[in-house]
């Protein structure tokens, strides 16, 4: 709707011009003055009325949305499920996690690891998922620094938002870094200290890198190191699973304080399990890397 204010500043500015004694040759004048003002008036209100469109209403919309993740839910192992060892299952993880640190002294303080972006699909309605790296949120639940990038299908259309998070606060998008299927990403989380620390993502594709620096009054304990693609929560309820295809991280590698360096050798596998399925399928193909299908 058009601007109150602009109307009556014109009838004012057109009244106070009608009754001064000027020639009467300069009414044309104001009365295309008039007709311009009222003119702006409605083009603004138009474009005030407009509605938004592509990036500009996702963006808001997520904006308006609590995301972020949970710590692992774990859940019993399904009926049926045979030839499965050091795997577990969760409502809302799937992927690798070093569960136990080499030792006390030396708990986790980075983890690294590069994935290429899929291609997810879906139909109508919205899901998503997201692929990510972080310390802490499995066997120490109290908090987790983690980084990645969620994938989403919106009636058909896919959209990708890289994102950091210290639990047990909310996920907040980066930005200036765009990111499309099939770029190659690395993703870094390190801790300064158990209250502080940064977030990385890099895309290698574009060129494009993006940090933040991140405190928090919840501590990190240093004991999880993860690569990890999660069905994560929105508004307090998980959001339907989409179709990721695959995601494979290579470059696994969790740093401990000290410098000693741990890749997947002896990690757990987790898979989720939604409505008694099994819907991922894990499996850890060397120390660097680890493969995530959806099935």
Avoid at 30 to 44: G, S
Avoid at 122 to 140: C, L, P, Q
Avoid at 168 to 195: L, Q
Avoid at 254 to 262: D, I, M, S
Wanted: hydrophobic share 40%; aromatic share 8%; with cysteine.
């Amino acid at each position: 709707m058009f601007s109150i204010i602009s109307i009556i500043t014109a009838l004012c500015y057109l009244q106070s011009r009608q009754t001064s004694k000027v020639e009467q040759t300069t009414h044309t004048s104001i009365k295309m003055k008039f007709t311009a003002v009222i003119a702006t008036a409605i083009l603004a209100g138009t474009s005030l009325a407009a509605p938004e469109r592509g990036l500009a209403a996702r963006v808001k919309a997520r904006a308006a949305a609590a995301r972020g993740s949970r710590p692992l839910q774990s859940v019993q192992e399904p009926a049926g499920v045979t030839n499965k060892t050091n795997v577990q299952y969760s409502s809302n993880w799937s992927g690798a996690v070093q569960e136990n640190p080499p030792s006390a002294a030396a708990t986790y303080t980075a983890v690294t690891g590069t994935f290429t972006v899929p291609e997810p699909t879906g139909g109508s309605g919205s899901s998503s998922a997201s692929a990510w790296v972080g310390i802490d949120g499995d066997t120490y639940s109290e908090a987790i620094l983690q980084t990645g990038v969620d994938f989403t299908v919106t009636n058909g259309q896919a959209s990708f938002d890289a994102w950091y998070e210290w639990l047990p606060d909310y996920a907040y998008d980066f930005s200036g870094i765009d990111i499309s299927a099939g770029d190659e990403i690395v993703a870094i989380v390190e801790s300064h200290s158990s209250t502080s620390g940064v977030a990385i993502i890099e895309n290698r594709s574009t060129g494009q890198k993006v940090s933040k620096e991140l405190s928090s009054s919840s501590p990190l304990g240093g004991i999880n190191a993860e690569w990890i693609v999660e069905d994560f929560e929105e508004n307090g309820s998980l959001v339907d699973l989409v179709d990721f295809g695959t995601v494979t991280f290579t470059g696994a590698e969790a740093k401990a304080a000290g410098g000693q360096t741990v890749g997947l050798t002896g990690a757990t596998v987790i898979d989720i399990v939604q409505g008694s399925k099994v819907v991922t399928d894990v499996t850890i193909d060397s120390d660097s890397e680890v493969t995530i299908r959806y099935v």
